[in-house]
Structure formats: structure tokens, C-alpha cells
């Protein structure tokens, strides 16, 4: 089992960037792949990016490919979801999530999810 914590929302400005955190506890965390999606008010959660164990493996949504970065640091437990060029509709509450398929896009194929943290972008 692994618990998630994200941190590194925030209000930021159109154009602007964040690093979003993902830490794990658990010492099996090497062995999950991480997924990052977020939730707009009134929509339905969406998948962002995810990550296999290795970090060798990445896939991002149409959306953000070539504006966000995932990465990870298994020594620190850590996943990074780096957002650049922001735009309004990225404000959402970002969530990540472990599982184990790697490359899914499924919400339902990752068991165990944080908590979230906001992002607001101001055009």
C-alpha cells in the first residue's frame, strides 16, 4: 500500500509555471507507475500525464503535451509534474495516483490517489 501527498499548487498567471509534487511513503514505491490528473469545477477528472517505474516510459495528454513535464525521483519518493506556458483551462485540482499498468489513462487503474492540490490560472 502507498499514501500520496501533492503539493505545489498555486495562483499563477497566464503563461507562468509550477512544479507540482507527488511524495509517496511505502519502500515499494519503485514499483508503481504514477499517473497526474486533475478536475475542473463542473467537469469530469481528466488524465494528465503518467510515468512508469523506471521513469523510462512517459505519455501525456494532446492538452498539455509540450507544456508539462513528468518526472520522477524514486530515491526521494518523489514524482514532479512541471507546468509551463499555463493557461486558464488548466485551473484544476491536480491529483496523483499509483497503480500499476503502465501507461494506462484509466482512472480506475490507479489504486491509490492523494488528496489533490489546487491550480489557478489568472488570464
Known amino acids: 500500500q502507498v499514501q500520496l501527498v501533492e503539493s505545489g499548487g498555486g495562483l499563477v498567471q497566464a503563461g507562468g509555471s509550477l512544479r507540482l509534487s507527488c511524495v509517496a511513503s511505502?519502500?515499494?514505491?519503485?514499483?508503481?507507475?504514477i499517473g497526474w490528473f486533475r478536475q475542473a469545477p463542473g467537469k469530469e477528472r481528466e488524465f494528465v500525464a503518467t510515468?512508469?517505474?523506471?521513469?523510462?516510459?512517459?505519455d501525456y495528454a494532446d492538452s498539455v503535451k509540450g507544456r508539462f513535464t513528468i518526472s520522477r525521483d524514486n530515491g526521494k519518493n518523489t514524482v514532479y509534474l512541471q507546468l509551463n506556458s499555463l493557461k486558464p483551462e488548466d485551473t484544476a485540482v491536480y491529483y496523483c495516483?499509483?497503480?500499476?499498468?503502465?501507461?494506462?489513462?484509466?482512472?480506475?487503474?490507479?489504486?491509490?490517489w492523494g488528496q489533490g492540490t489546487q491550480v489557478t490560472v489568472s488570464s
Open positions: 510515468i512508469s517505474w523506471s521513469g523510462g516510459y512517459t
Open positions: 495516483a499509483a497503480g500499476q499498468t503502465v501507461g494506462s489513462r484509466w482512472s480506475t487503474d490507479y489504486a491509490y
Open positions: 511505502g519502500r515499494t514505491f519503485n514499483r508503481y507507475v
